[in-house]
């Protein structure tokens, strides 16, 4: 029976620098948010640029990491065996991400089907009723807050429909990608993922419109609990849609220089993966916050 060996790649500084980049990033950015929202007689000024700091530290480890990891698929190291951890791994990661999309959903199903009835006095409810938001009906989306002030929910038709369309296109296209990397057809490869990249900026240009647009109607980040949750959603969204488009560009620079081969295309096929989870997020995401 043959046997294959397992790589195990020589000792890298990478995991420990990347630790003391998201140490900074999360010290500074907490110590930002704090100095931005509080009025102390003694502000933290060193948040903000521990934040970027260590931001950008990160990247930089992030880009070396990458780096050698990438020599070492393209010298030839990494195993069948290697190729599923790396599977194992991903999937792992995935479904991590869903997890965390799975708990802003349900705060969001929660204040809508729990905490609004109860607010509105319905069942044993009417002391809460009367003590906590006197004259409270119960809506969703909620446009009044407890202080008198009134926000637009956002519609579902307008950029929103638009930006699903673009997301549903984007996974077409980048599946014609993958039947061309199977086949190996670099050109029809090379055409469908820069369409897929190009479509994912428009989303996110799309997006910051959208933002824009809501803050001209009212609907910000201190509009009650239902402006909480749209920002949260999807500005949490679109940080992976982000993600993804980076992703994305950067296993498309690596087709051109010619990385990936039908039975050697982890790395693309992972950024593939990611990108259809990001899709399939957007559609719950659509017909919870925009639709219904």
Known sequence: MATEKYYVPESSPWPLTASIGLFMTAIGGAKFIQQSTMDTMEPNFFGKPL?????????????AWWRDTIKESVG???SNQLGGSYRQG????????????AAFFGAMFYTRWLIIPWLSGEGSNAMTHELLWPGFQAMWPLTVTPDGSTTTPMGAWGLPAINTAILLVSSITLTIAHHALLENQRGKLIIFQAITVVLGAIFLGLQGLEYVHAYDMGLTLDAGIYGSLFFLLTGFHGAHVT????FLLITLIR?????????????????AW???FVDVVWLFLFVTVYWL
């Not at 993600?243 to 980076?246: A, R």
């Not at 010619?258 to 992972?270: K, L, Q, T």
């Open 255 to 271: 087709v051109i220089k010619g990385h990936f081969s039908p039975d050697n295309c982890f790395a693309w096929e992972a950024g």
């Open 90 to 101: 991903m999937l792992w990661f995935i479904f991590s991400e869903v997890m965390f999309f």
């Open 274 to 276: 990611y990108w259809h």
């Open 51 to 63: 934040f970027f700091i260590g931001l950008t530290w990160l990247l930089l480890v992030i880009a």
């Open 243 to 246: 993600i993804g488009t980076i």
């Open 76 to 78: 030839g190291l990494h």
